[in-house]
Structures are given as structure tokens and as C-alpha cells.
């Protein structure tokens, strides 16, 4: 026989042999062929379906929710009948509990998927039971009739027996644990899953699937002026498994509110994206005055997996119904922080509609009260120690916040101390503040006043009222008294002609030398006063040199003399 | 002594001390000794003019609520020389009176005094709790100063006119001040060129004041101008003089505070 012709019989040996062994032949491509060939040394075991998708963690009760997907890589039908599905407890070795047992009918088409999973997975499972798996860190396992066994760990794992290799991510609350690609077998559950949608009955990456990525949509600022240009910004992925060529996908945007959508932005993607790719997008958009939904949306022709094509915010434009009007956020008598607010709109509203949050997550809640039109109301962290501190309050107007946001008290690299923001309990943005706390006089609140937060000329604030009006004054600046003692405190009042500027005072000696800055250069508002004391600064006669600089124009100074008694040394 | 030898004292004297500054009877004058009263009592520098009488006028930093009125009046007998004045500044809330003394002796090339000064504030009702307690409302200071010719156009001074003070501490505190003074003039003494420099001790953590200027001096007029630092600023002054009769007047300008303007007129018992 030609040696030629003695290959060829050799080859069609193998395969008549292969084929007599029943074992199904691997969809076709070379990596089935290749995962087939490492079977031994990998996580999923050969010929039989793989733990294609793990939803362990719904949002809320988990019960009825849960669901293990498996999914048939190979040519020929795939049985499950005998399939043992066991639940691992990863706080204790050897903690294994069956939680489902397939049925001889049981059997997963080739290239098909068999969800087993509670009654409130959609679409239906094609075994329906409450799988009642651990958060993890945890694992579930397949155990096959033939001993072939499958382990899919998340969360680090004290014992190996919990995991293929490395464990895959522990995933949030709403997403599961999916196989990517489909039929991924690495040989760690780390390198084999990760976090995704839910997608029961469906591939885990479809082969074109252009994604809006989840929670990247965003509005700056978040509560523009109406009219005003915003920002709308986010990113959009290639979450399939074939490329996208420039212009085949586009973006469309809209505004919508009660009355429908208007049409924000809609053209197409101007680039090409492999598999995998994400690409930021900056729309420039301007909304009218109100409340909106505003919605971003990918399209491209024959996505397989539309679920994730848009995305969704809530914002405003303009003010909401509620604004701040004071913020107490070092408070000095055991008060409590607090914040003022004040109803804008022309209709009552309720409180408790309403959220208070700081820079961080947590979200209070008032406890409800309908305010009227134009009235304040006053949000507290502790609302009794405030109604003590100021028993002439109007108690039904003062509302206890739990969780109350802690509110910083020193300024940040950026010279903000923190945030303070109202929102409506869809989330809607209603205002946001942020705060600088520098040159604050200690336990004097902040106050909206003359077009800007400044500090209350009242020491302890004006709870439930409105802000302490400055003494008009004679000149621009006044210094009172002026004679004081040594150790006294004296007061720095001006009253300008500019919304805003630098205001700062000097004290100089009769030679002319300066001896100190009692109150350093600091923004004020038109109209206000500020105290200081005389402690470090040798008795005598001085002549106190106020000075405001405004962002534009020559500064305004005055002088005057002052007197700070004492002993001769 | 060799003939360079006062320059090297006064060198070495101004390199010690520091610029006392005027406050109850500041005078229209260069710094260092001078013949009117009110700086005789003002620095404790002997005049060496026998006799005269002074009244001066001071608005600080161009504020009108700050303003000193003195007179004074001095005399001498050989080389005794005393001199005593009244003065009073500021508004009534934060203002005081003040009278003040000096009592020196002068020969022909130094000389040497002791000055006090006693203050009073403005207001102090009778049997009011300020009344009672005197000593926060009224305080004394005395100290000295002592001028040196060593050599014939040059003379160096040193005053320390608060070497003691009680009870309410002084409007201005005045370190000790050293300074020095070099006339280039005829032999009648009635015309030339002067130059000085003065130095202010460090008061408190605050560091040492100088100054420097010069003064063109011609028959019976004078004009001077004078630098400091802390900040820098300049000023200048003019005096006149008829007989016994000066007339004079300085001004000076502070950068961040204004102008602080003094004026006198003095009768002198000796012509320069």
C-alpha cells in the first residue's frame, strides 16, 4: 500500500472508532475540538452540558427567582437524566445539598440551552424549583450519573473543594454569574464566568449584542438651568461576539415627560467596534424647565439581546419644589445638624416625598408632613435636642430624617466639605448644594442670602425663619466696639456695594507697623459681619484697616481706631 | 581718641538698637535732639536752646477721630533744662490726656534727661467702676536720653523713653532708639546739609524699624525728607523761622493707611 493511501485508512480508522465510542462530536470548531482534547484538565467535564449560567441573588427575596441554566455545546442531544444539581455551603467542607434531580426525559438539545430555576424566572424554566441557593461565597455542582462532576464556585473560598481553580466574582444583588463565551472552559470558574444580566434560556454573548453599559448614563450638571447646555454623557459596548463595523449602529436620545419624548440627539456611531470595545459618548443638549425622563438607546440591525440597548435617568431642569434655605452642619450645642428648607412650588408638599442625602449613599427620609406653599420647614438629625435649643419653633414644621447623611465639617482638596442633596423618592434630583465649610464661624449654620450661601449673621441660624437682615451701616465697614479688652471679642461689620468679594482686616500700630490680621481675607457677601477676638494682640492703640477686594474693580478700604486695654507688661 | 574712632561707636551703636516713634508730643522735626519742647519731652534729648514754647497738632493716618493736640513749654538755666506739657488725643471713647515732663542737663558737646509721661483716658465718670479702678484707666511711663558730639559735625543719640511704664499699658509701644546724624554746613551754622539714620530696637517678635533722611537747611528755612521701613514709606517737612518764631510741618505717607500730618509753631529763646 502507498504510504499516502495508508494515512487516509489510518484517519478513517480513527474516526469509525471515535464514532462507535457514541460519544457526541463538538459543534465544529476548533475550540470544541481543542476544549475536547483538554477535557481532563479543565473545569467542565467532556460530553456532557456545561453550567452555562448561575442567578443566585436576586434583588429582595431570592426565592422563586433563582436559576441554574445549562447549555449543550455539541452536535447530538445531551441527556440530563440522573443530573444531580447540589447547592455548596463554602462555610464548612464536604457541605453539599441536592437541591434538583433531572428526570429521564430530561435532555438538552444540541446547541440548546435547559433552564432550571423557580416559578418566577422569565421565561419559564423547563424544570420549575426553588433552588434556594447560598450567596456566596458559595458554589453549586453538577454531579453526573457517570461520576463526571462540574463545580462553579464565587466569592473567595476557604476550602477547594468549593471551586474549579480559581472562584468566579462574587456578583451584586440582580446579576448573575454567566459563562463567557458560552462555552469558555479556561480551567478556573474565575477566568470561565463573570457578572451579567440575567439571561435565562439565551446565550450569555450573543454573537451581535451592541449594549448601552448599564448605569453610564449621565447628566452634568445633574440639575441644569432650562435652556441651559447639559451634557449627557455615557458609554456604549460591543457585548456580542462578532465585531461592528463604523456606521452600522446609531444612537438615539430623547427627553421624555407626561406630555411624550422629544427627539435629543440621534446619529450614527461613527466607529467600528471588535468584540469587547466600549466607546464613550458626549451629547450637548439643553431641556426646558421640569422634570424629564431622559433615555439613550443603541440600534443595530439583528441584535440578539435587546434587553440591554437602552438606558434611563431621571432629571430636572430648574429648580424643584423644594430648595434649601439653611444648613447646619457644625452644629456647637448639642442641636444636632438640621437644614431649613422651603416649598417653592404653588401646591403643598409632602415631606416624606422627599430625600436628604450627602456626598455619600445614605438617603434619609422625613417623616411626613405637608408643607403649604412658601413655607419652611426644618430637617433634622435629632429633633427633640433642636425644639429644646429653640423652644419657639413651630414643632409640626421640624421633621426628624432617618438615616440622617452626616455632614462634613472641613473642606476637602477640592474646598468642598460636602454635598447636601434633595431628592424626590424616585430619585428625581430636586437641589444640590455643596458647601464650603472655610471661615465659617463654629456652630454658625449656613444660610441662602444675597444670591449665595453665606454664614448666618445669627450665631445659632434662623430656624423656620428667614435670614437675620445685616445692619445697614453708615459707612462700608465698622468696627465695634471700639474699646475692648484684652482677651474681648469685637465685631467686623460691612455693608457693599458688590455681590461678592474678599473682605479682610489688618490691625497697624500708631508707627504704622502691622501688628495683626485678626480676621484673614475670607468671601463675603454685600452685606454681613463677622466676629474676632483680641487675644494675642498687645494692648494699645490701633488703627483697624478693613479692606474688600471684589472680583473686579479697585478694593474699597476704610480705617478706623480702636483701643485694646491691658496692664503694662 | 583718633578721629575715626566716634564713627566706629556710632556704627556700632546703630547696629544694637532700633525707631522709637512720637505719640503724645510728636513734633514737626527730623528724629535725634531738637530745640522744640515737645520733643525734648517726647525723646528725652536735651535741646540746647534755653527757652521756648511749642504747640503741636498730629491727625494720624488721615483718621479725624485720631488726632493729637500738645503744648509745651521748656526753659533753661546753665545747663539745666526742663520742659513740661499737656496734651490729649483721639475722640472721647478711645482717647487719653497726658502730661508729660523732662528734666536734663547739656553741656556743649552732650547731653543728657530723664522724661516721663503720666495718661489719663478721656472719659472716666466720677464713681464710675473705671474711677475705682484707676489703674486700668491711667498709666505712667518714664525713661530717658542722652546725645553725643564726639566729633564736630557728627552727633548720635539713644533714647529710651519707655524704660518703665504702669499701670494701662501705653498707646505705642517705643523700643529703644539709636541714631546718628552728620551735618555738612558753613562755619555760622546757618546753612548746610544734614543726613541721619536712626534705628528702632524689635519690639516683641516684631523685627527692628529703620530710617534714614536728609535735611537742606538754609538761612531761616529747612526742608527734610525722611525713609522707613515696615512698610517703606517716605515723608517730608519744612520749618521757617523768623526771630523766635517756627513755623513747621511734616508729612508722612503710609502706603496701606494714609497720611499722618503734623504741624507746629514754637517760640525758641536761641537762634540756631
Not at chain 1, 464556585?153 to 463565551?181: H, I, K, N, T, W
Not at chain 2, 511734616?250 to 503734623?262: A, F, I, Y
Amino acid at each position: 500500500m502507498p504510504r499516502r493511501d495508508a494515512a487516509l485508512a489510518c484517519l478513517l480508522w480513527v474516526a469509525i472508532a471515535a464514532a462507535s465510542l457514541g460519544a457526541p462530536r463538538a459543534r465544529g470548531d476548533a475550540a470544541h475540538a481543542a476544549r475536547e482534547a483538554r477535557a481532563a484538565a479543565l473545569c467542565a467535564p467532556a460530553a456532557h452540558p456545561l453550567i452555562a449560567e448561575v442567578f443566585y441573588d436576586a434583588i429582595g427575596d431570592d426565592t422563586g427567582s433563582e436559576f441554574l441554566e445549562f447549555y449543550n455545546p455539541y452536535d447530538g442531544a445531551l441527556s440530563l437524566a440522573g443530573a444531580r444539581i447540589e447547592a455548596g455551603d463554602g462555610s464548612g467542607p464536604n457541605r453539599w445539598t441536592l437541591r434538583w434531580t433531572g428526570h429521564a426525559g430530561d435532555s438538552v438539545a444540541a446547541g440548546g440551552r435547559f433552564v432550571v430555576g423557580g416559578a418566577k424566572v422569565q421565561p419559564a424554566p423547563q424544570s420549575i424549583v426553588t433552588l434556594d441557593l447560598q450567596n456566596g461565597p458559595d458554589a453549586v455542582r453538577v454531579v453526573w450519573p457517570d461520576g463526571a462532576v462540574e463545580v462553579v464556585g464565587y466569592g473567595p473560598q476557604e476550602f477547594a473543594e468549593y471551586a474549579c481553580g480559581a472562584p468566579a466574582v462574587d456578583v451584586p444583588a440582580g446579576r448573575s454569574l454567566a459563562r463567557m463565551p458560552d462555552d469558555a472552559d479556561l480551567g478556573a470558574n474565575a477566568m470561565d464566568f463573570r457578572a451579567a444580566a440575567p439571561s435565562p434560556g439565551r446565550a450569555n454573548q450573543p454573537r451581535r449584542d451592541l449594549a448601552l453599559v448599564a448605569g453610564s448614563l449621565a447628566l452634568a450638571p445633574e440639575q441644569p438651568d432650562p435652556g441651559a447646555s447639559a451634557r449627557l454623557t455615557g458609554r456604549i459596548a460591543n457585548a456580542g461576539a462578532g465585531s461592528i463595523a463604523s456606521g452600522e449602529a446609531s444612537l438615539a436620545a430623547a427627553a421624555i415627560s407626561e406630555a411624550g419624548p422629544i427627539p435629543l440627539v440621534t446619529h450614527a456611531i461613527g466607529a467600528a467596534l471588535a468584540a469587547g470595545d466600549t466607546i464613550a459618548f458626549d451629547e450637548s443638549i439643553t431641556l426646558a424647565a421640569g422634570k424629564w425622563r431622559l433615555r439613550a438607546a443603541v440600534v443595530l440591525a439583528g441584535d440578539e439581546a435587546p434587553d440591554d440597548d437602552a438606558d434611563s435617568l431621571l432629571a430636572r431642569a430648574g429648580p424643584g419644589p423644594l430648595e434649601l434655605t439653611e444648613i447646619q452642619f457644625h452644629p456647637a450645642r448639642g442641636e444636632g445638624e438640621w437644614v431649613e428648607v422651603r416649598n417653592r412650588s404653588a401646591a403643598p408638599v409632602d415631606l416624606a416625598a422627599f430625600t436628604l442625602s450627602d456626598r455619600g449613599t445614605t438617603r434619609g427620609v422625613a417623616a411626613a408632613c405637608a408643607l403649604a406653599p412658601e413655607s419652611l420647614a426644618v430637617l433634622a438629625e435629632d429633633r427633640a435636642a433642636l425644639i429644646a435649643l429653640f423652644p419657639g419653633l413651630d414643632t409640626a414644621r421640624v421633621r426628624q430624617v432617618r438615616p440622617w447623611p452626616i455632614l462634613n465639617n472641613s473642606d476637602d482638596s477640592s474646598g468642598v466639605a460636602d454635598l447636601v442633596v434633595l431628592r424626590e423618592e424616585d430619585g428625581t434630583p430636586c437641589q444640590r448644594v455643596a458647601y464650603s465649610a472655610a471661615g465659617v464661624p463654629g456652630g454658625t449654620p449656613l444660610e441662602w442670602r444675597d444670591g449665595g450661601w453665606w454664614p448666618s449673621v445669627a450665631s445659632t441660624g434662623t430656624p423656620l425663619a428667614p435670614p437675620v437682615a445685616a445692619t445697614p451701616l453708615s459707612r462700608r465697614f465698622a468696627c465695634s466696639p471700639r474699646r475692648l479688652r484684652a482677651d474681648g471679642t469685637a465685631r467686623l461689620a460691612w455693608d457693599l456695594p458688590c455681590p461678592r468679594s474678599r473682605v479682610s482686616l489688618e490691625l497697624y500700630d500708631l508707627a504704622g507697623r502691622l501688628v495683626a490680621r485678626p480676621v484673614p481675607e475670607f468671601d463675603a457677601p454685600p452685606r454681613g459681619e463677622r466676629s474676632w477676638r483680641a487675644a494675642e494682640i498687645p494692648p494699645g492703640v490701633y488703627v483697624a484697616l478693613a479692606r474688600a477686594r471684589p472680583p473686579s474693580g479697585d478694593p474699597i478700604v476704610e480705617s478706623s481706631a480702636i483701643r485694646i486695654e491691658g496692664r503694662a507688661p | 581718641m583718633k578721629p575715626r574712632a566716634p564713627c566706629r561707636i556710632a556704627a556700632v551703636l546703630l547696629a544694637l538698637a532700633s525707631v522709637a516713634r512720637a505719640q503724645d508730643f510728636g513734633s514737626a522735626a527730623p528724629p535725634g535732639p531738637a530745640d522744640a519742647p515737645c520733643a525734648f519731652i517726647e525723646s528725652g534729648l536735651p535741646p540746647s536752646s534755653i527757652a521756648g514754647a511749642e504747640a503741636a497738632f498730629t491727625r494720624w493716618f488721615a483718621l479725624p477721630d485720631l488726632e493729637t493736640r500738645a503744648i509745651a513749654a521748656a526753659a533753661g538755666i546753665g545747663a539745666l533744662r526742663v520742659a513740661a506739657g499737656v496734651s490729649q488725643t483721639g475722640e472721647a471713647g478711645i482717647g487719653w490726656n497726658a502730661a508729660g515732663a523732662a528734666l536734663g542737663v547739656v553741656r556743649e558737646r552732650a547731653g543728657v534727661a530723664l522724661r516721663a509721661v503720666a495718661r489719663r483716658d478721656r472719659t472716666i465718670a466720677p464713681g464710675s467702676e473705671a474711677a475705682l479702678h484707676l489703674e486700668d484707666r491711667a498709666g505712667l511711663e518714664a525713661g530717658g536720653g542722652a546725645w553725643l558730639a564726639p566729633a564736630e559735625n557728627l552727633i548720635v543719640w539713644a533714647s529710651v523713653p519707655q524704660a518703665w511704664a504702669g499701670g494701662t499699658a501705653p498707646p505705642l509701644d517705643r523700643p529703644m532708639e539709636l541714631g546718628a546724624r552728620y551735618a555738612i554746613g558753613d562755619s555760622t551754622g546757618r546753612g548746610g546739609l544734614a543726613f541721619w539714620v536712626a534705628r528702632g530696637a524689635p519690639s516683641g517678635d516684631a523685627p527692628a524699624d529703620h530710617a534714614a533722611g536728609a535735611m537742606l537747611r538754609s538761612g531761616p528755612l529747612a526742608a527734610w525728607a525722611t525713609v522707613r521701613d515696615r512698610p517703606l514709606r517716605g515723608g517730608f517737612g519744612l520749618s521757617a523761622r523768623a526771630r523766635w518764631l517756627v513755623v513747621s510741618g511734616e508729612v508722612e505717607s503710609h502706603p496701606d493707611l494714609g497720611e499722618t500730618v503734623r504741624v507746629g509753631i514754637a517760640l525758641l529763646g536761641s537762634p540756631p
